[in-house]
């Protein structure tokens, strides 16, 4: 059963760049059938999608973020990796690694999550 | 961007009650909707995708229906452990969206 972990720093300074890493267990990032995501949630607020990666490496991004966001494959550690530049405090939020299940169909959910991580942008 | 609406943002209910939550999409995104269920402190899982399958290992309670703009996820005897709150999101396009969330309390 796949698991995934969020790490990184908890407090990050406004104009500094987020740096989180999803560790994946019990599959490999590289695998078909599966691409990789990132999703925050700021406090009682909704969900807010903020990439995807495929097991390719290409990658697609919230147009709202592009700019600021780079996600990465590390197939060798089994891990994706976010970060966000240039943050502000509107960029405190929970955020969380996810597994998106892909189908033939074209079909595709959020099948596995991580816990979690909260990230606040302060001085 | 496509824009997704619940309604209601919450409600009051309680065990044994069928419960409704409807969810609008802005455009029309076919069966490409899924359901999260989010408990406090927790990350959401998945529910339902497609709109009416229904994930592995979920109560056979909660069902799907719905397709291009109009949504209801229903829960048909509500039980202690469904009191949470429950997202819809649209996967048609390459940027994904969520609705505001329901939370369903006592």
């Known amino acids: 059963q796949v698991q995934l972990q969020e790490s990184g720093p908890g407090l990050v300074k406004p104009s500094e760049t987020l740096s989180l890493t999803c560790t994946v267990s019990g599959d490999s990032v590289s695998i078909g059938g599966y691409h990789w995501s990132w999703i925050r949630q700021p406090a009682g607020k909704r969900l807010e999608w903020i990439g995807r990666v495929y097991n390719s490496g290409s990658t697609n991004y919230n147009p709202s973020l592009k700019s600021r966001v780079t996600i990465s494959l590390d197939t060798s550690n089994h891990q994706f990796s976010l970060k966000l530049s240039s943050v502000t405090a509107a960029d405190t939020a929970v955020y969380y690694c996810?597994?998106?299940?892909?189908?033939?169909?074209?079909?595709?959910?959020?099948?596995?999550w991580g816990q979690g991580t909260l990230v606040t942008v302060s001085s | 961007d496509i824009q997704m609406t619940q309604s209601p943002s919450s409600l009051s209910a309680s065990v044994g009650d069928r419960v409704t939550i409807t969810c609008r999409a802005s455009?029309?995104?076919?069966?490409?909707l899924n359901w999260y269920q989010q408990k406090p402190g927790q990350a959401p899982q998945v529910l339902i995708y497609m709109s009416s399958t229904l994930q592995s290992g979920v109560p056979s309670r909660f069902s799907g229906s719905g397709s291009g703009t109009d949504f209801t996820l229903t829960i048909s005897s509500l039980q202690p452990e469904d009191f949470a709150t429950y997202y819809c999101?649209?996967?048609?396009?390459?940027?994904?969206?969520f609705g505001q969330g329901t939370k369903v309390e006592v």
């Open positions: 455009q029309s995104i076919s069966n490409y």
């Open positions: 996810a597994r998106v299940l892909l189908v033939p169909s074209g079909y595709n959910w959020l099948d596995s």
């Open positions: 999101q649209q996967s048609l396009s390459t940027t994904w969206t």
